[in-house]
């Protein structure tokens, strides 16, 4: 088999992974209002982003490994864009789960107004060490920062792994498919 179809067969593991990835995140938010994803250290460093995204590129790595194939450039773009639009996977998984009244959201707004409300109406709670005043900051517009924010960190996990896989030795193929 070609370099392009052993990397086809790692992308779908790692599409695998990210599904799955998204689906426990939601199931977490929507049930226990954790959002992991969503903690950011100082504002700066998005590190429940970058954990959920190298969670979800786990796929990555296991495919690489099961089919003993270190993966080259093409899987790397696969996989910063499948890993930053976990992003609006999770926020699509949302949407299609949240019911208002008894009805789903999705009859009373589009996807890119739901996207566009959650947003903006995004707000965040500031702990500084061991004291939390318990007080939500709406970020207004600032949540398309922060969004953009926490789909880098998801990426960047991505990237985490894909690294991981690059400088891995690999044996003789030995798996045919």
């Known amino acids: 088999m070609d370099k392009m179809l052993y990397g086809f067969f790692v992308?779908?593991?790692?599409?695998?992974?990210?599904?799955?990835?998204?689906?426990?995140?939601?199931?977490?938010?929507?049930?226990?209002?954790?959002?992991?994803?969503?903690?950011v250290y100082a504002f700066i460093v998005p590190?429940?982003?970058?954990?959920?995204?190298f969670v979800a590129a786990s796929g990555y790595y296991f495919g690489s490994k099961l089919l003993s194939h270190r993966p080259g450039r093409g899987v790397l773009a696969c996989v910063i864009a499948i890993s930053g639009g976990n992003f609006f996977l999770i926020y699509?998984?949302?949407?299609?789960?949240?019911?208002?009244?008894?009805?789903p959201i999705h009859s009373y707004i589009s996807y890119l107004d739901y996207l566009r409300f959650t947003l903006t109406h995004t707000s965040v709670t500031m702990n500084f060490g061991a004291v939390?005043?318990?007080d939500a900051i709406n970020l207004g517009m600032g949540g398309y920062?922060?969004?953009?924010?926490?789909?880098?960190?998801?990426a960047f996990g991505g990237f985490i792994i894909y690294n991981i896989c690059a400088w891995r030795p690999f044996a003789n193929r030995v798996v045919s498919i």
Not at 92 to 103: A, Q, R, S, T
Not at 145 to 154: C, K, N, P
């Open 11 to 39: 992308t779908l593991f790692g599409i695998a992974t990210t599904l799955l990835t998204a689906a426990g995140l939601v199931y977490l938010e929507l049930h226990y209002d954790c959002a992991i994803y969503g903690y």
């Open 47 to 53: 590190m429940g982003a970058i954990l959920s995204g």
């Open 92 to 103: 699509w998984l949302e949407y299609i789960l949240l019911k208002v009244d008894g009805e």
């Open 132 to 134: 939390s005043n318990g």
């Open 145 to 154: 920062a922060y969004a953009a924010l926490l789909i880098a960190g998801f």
